[in-house]
Each structure stands twice: as C-alpha cells, then as structure tokens.
C-alpha cells in the first residue's frame, strides 16, 4: 500500500490539458425549470445517447438505463464503468465520460435499478443483484475486461463487482465510498415505513441542507442535483421512488462490504476527499457517538491497508465528490493511475 497527497503526477494529462478539456465540456441542459419531474427523469438530458437495457426481477420486466460513450479517434481499446452514488445518477459523471473518452477510453456509464432514468420497483435490493444486473448488461455489450470507478454506494457496488467477478476487472478506482466502515454498531436500526416516511417527508429545504454536507465549500453548480430531487419531489410518482430510495438505504445498512477488502484481487486507487464526514443515517446516531464514525481520514488509511495493491491518494480539503468538486486533481490521479 503506497499513501500521497494529491498533486500533478508526471504520467497524468498536464494541468492545461485538463482545464481546456474541462472549459470545452458541454454542461448538462439546465433550464432552470422547477416543475415536476418524472422519477424516470423523462425531459430531463443526459449528457449522450441513453440506451435501456431489459431486466425481469422477480417477475417484474425493467429497464436499466446506460450510457455507451465511445473513445474519441481509435482509442486505446479499453473501458472503464462508471457506478454512481445513491442521491445521484449517471448524468453526474459527464466531465468524467468526457475526460476518459477525450484519453482513448470507452466509457459504459449505468443507472441502477432503482436510480435515474432506470425502473423504479419495489423488490428486494442487494449489491449482488446489482453487480449481476450490471455485468449482463457487460455481456450484452461484449465488453470482457473493465476498469471500474465506483463513487460512494458506487464504491460498495464496485467493491461487491470486483469480488464477484475478479476476472472483469483490470483495475478499481474507489471514489469517497461509503461503506468503509460497519453503520450497524453505532446507526440504529430503522423500520421500512420509518425510512419511506422519511423520504416522503423531504422539503426543498431538507434536501438542499443534505446535499450541502457533500461538499468542503458549496458552489451555485451543486445546485443542478438539488433542482433534480426537488423536482421529482413534486412528481405524481414519487412514492415509488421513496421507497426504491428506502430500500436501497436498507441495502446499504444490512449488506456490508468492508470485511472483504482484504479479498480485493484488483490494483485500487482509493481517492478520498478529507473533509468528507458522511455516514448512511447519520441523523439517527446520538451526538456522543458521532465523532466514531465517518471520519474519512481515518478510514482511507485502514482501508488501504486493508487492499492489498492498493494506492491512496489525498485530497485536502475536498468533500464526498472530488470528480465535482476536486475536478481537475481527480482526473489527473485517475488517468495517471489507468496508465501504470
């Protein structure tokens, strides 16, 4: 395990290169529109072609949405998957795709059963339904070897991937995941209609003070994923997607993954933004238990000490999304880290 404070490293994209890519990037539409919003997100642009893929759970016929960008020029013949977090979806990434596809990189972008313009069913979730909806839908496309960047609950997703199927994975990139550490111990137990109370209880208030714990210094561009959620809020469907959102909190909460790192065949890059201090319900542990959990810092170490080849790279001062809010540094580890 190595350990360094993000800087420019020598094999990234130079800083200008970066910066002239991320000026030329087309911003996902924002029409400033705060009307209601499908929980499929129809109206609302991704940033390339969206495609669905058919999914039967548990009886039910699905759709998952995908993005399938391809490199610009020829490429360099390999793809990197990117999984999103839990109050977000695939149309996050756009800098990313482009950035990737901008360095010879084919990139297949999913959104989750359960998230963005993906179904939304009440069935029983687990990271290891996910991980096998996501590599059919690999061998659908006939991709066999994968680069993955998993983003919080990404990074749990990407984490039950890589152990499922070591053989797909070439390389994994964990982005400020959540479930490096146990919630149960200190997170108390939270009924199911409890949870969906709880989500169809949110205001535009509630949400835009949530998303704001997400970022070291809170910019107007944030904005854009607070207008999504209170949107969809206003939705005639949205009880359907509190409770798929519900049930993806219990997932998260009874499923998870930090007792297998040390399992994880994959070289991993861990990129962790240090002031992140996010825990999955953290509005539920009692204050004197607080300084216990979601101490990023900390938890990046033992995690990288846990992986076996793996690299940890430090933000200073930068929240939960560093390919937001870090962009530049984020990119530059990442593809330094593709190249080795």
Known sequence: MHELIAKPVRKSVPMAAVMFMLLSTPSIGKSGDIGPLSITMEGYDYP????????????????MAYMDV???GEGNGRVVLLLHGKNFFAAYWRETIQILCRNGYRVIVPDQIGFGKSSKPDIHYTFHLLAANTKKLLDALEVKKVAVVGHSMGGMLATRFVLMYPE???ELVLENPIGLEDYRPVVPYIPLEEL??????ATEETLRDYY??????????????????VRMKKGGEFPRLAMSSALTYQMIYEQPVCYEFPNIKAKTLLVIGQS???????????KELLPRVGQYPELGKTTAQL?????????????HVPHLEAKEIFFQQVLSFLSR
Request: no cysteine.
């Open 168 to 170: 797909t994975v070439t």
């Open 196 to 201: 969906y109370s709880n989500e169809m209880a």
């Open 212 to 229: 704001k714990t997400y970022y070291a210094q809170w910019k107007p561009d944030y904005e854009e994923y607070v207008n999504v959620a």
């Open 48 to 63: 390339y072609s969206v495609h669905f893929f058919p999914l039967t759970i548990e009886g039910q016929d699905l759709r």
């Open 276 to 286: 992140d201090r996010t825990v999955v319900g953290k509005k539920w542990v009692k």
């Open 70 to 72: 391809p490199p610009e």
């Open 307 to 319: 992986i076996p080849n793996s690299l940890l790279v430090e933000i200073p001062d930068v929240g």
